[in-house]
């Protein structure tokens, strides 16, 4: 596979799944922006412990997943319920703290960054192959889970507390457990993508894991569609595609134009351009076609 399209398919695969961890707090009405600072967490502690410990790639993601999950949980006690303004605060402060440690560690590299994670395979070649399947095998898995659950009745619970938290807690909707449960995971993933990116790009630099990439992963989401899970489908291979089809005196406008492109879909359309009404059509077309064949 050639080192660019690797590069292109490897980091959509994590954005993919970075903008569902934004996606599954969001059900009930919270942007959890600590899913960055997870991915910070883990991506180089998980480098450290390849590097310095000898860990195999395997023990590393899991590693990194269980350490996501479990600075989601024990924050999740704090704002399990909060008020979204009360979340995101969390969220970005988290970001500024770890970014401001990792920055102050010489174990991790300090503002020059962390250089010469292993590779997981004796070749290049075989390193990337591998990265590839892991990664999109990672985005199979989770987004059937997510999947099952916005179909199962926990997922309607969240829908919800979206519409209104105190009529579905009258309901008998637990909504803080709810809030805890979808932080917990949506922090796991972040865990994962640090892990993930981490042995993709076999370096880290803390100037990735800042405000910037929320803002990526926002637009991605919102772009795509926040009522379903299936619009970052869409919406991460082309906004991820489009500053390399752009002159390269434009491509470092690649925020602005992201931010452009965010305020212009949230004032034409702002359920985002897969919606679940959209999806409703999809599926029940697909079900005549298969009827009349």
């Given amino acids: 596979m050639p080192l660019s ?10 954005n993919i799944l970075m903008s569902w961890s934004l996606y599954l707090p969001y059900r009930v009405q919270q942007l959890h922006f600590m899913t960055v600072a997870n991915m910070t967490i883990s991506g180089y502690i998980g480098a450290y412990a390849a590097l310095n410990w000898g860990w195999p790639f395997a023990a590393v ?14 924050t999740s006690f ?7 303004f009360a979340v995101v605060i969390v969220g970005f402060t988290f970001i500024y703290i770890t970014k401001t440690i990792v920055e ?3 174990a991790f590299g300090g503002t020059m960054g962390l250089f010469g994670i292993p590779k997981i395979a004796a070749t290049p070649g075989g390193h990337r192959w591998i ?17 099952r659950f916005d179909t199962s009745r926990l997922g309607r619970a969240t829908s919800a507390i979206f519409v209104d938290k105190n009529l579905a807690a009258t309901f008998g909707v ?36 800042t405000f910037h990439y929320i803002g990526i992963a926002m637009t991605m989401l919102f772009i795509g569609g926040y009522t379903t ?12 595609g489009l500053p390399f089809l752009l002159p390269e005196s434009v491509q470092s406008w690649r925020i602005v134009i992201y931010g452009v492109l965010l305020v212009v879909i949230l004032l034409i359309k702002p359920e985002g351009i897969v919606t679940r009404p959209l999806i409703r059509r999809v599926g029940t077309l697909l079900g005549a076609r298969k009827r009349a064949s």
């Fill in 229 to 240: 899970q299936w619009g970052v489908l869409l919406s991460v291979p082309i906004l991820w």
């Fill in 174 to 209: 637990d909504v803080k457990k709810m809030g805890m449960g979808l932080q917990t995971a949506a922090s796991a993933i972040g865990g994962l993508c640090g892990v993930l990116y981490a042995f993709t790009m076999r370096s880290l630099f803390p100037e990735f894991f």
């Fill in 131 to 147: 990265m590839f399947a892991v990664i999109y095998a990672s985005v199979i898995v989770v987004g059937a889970l997510i999947h």
């Fill in 104 to 106: 102050n560690m010489d």
């Fill in 61 to 74: 993601l899991l590693l990194g997943v269980l350490l996501g999950a479990l600075v989601g949980f024990v």
């Fill in 78 to 84: 704090a704002i399990g319920d909060a008020p979204a």
């Fill in 5 to 14: 399209i690797f590069y292109f398919l490897a980091v959509a695969g994590i």
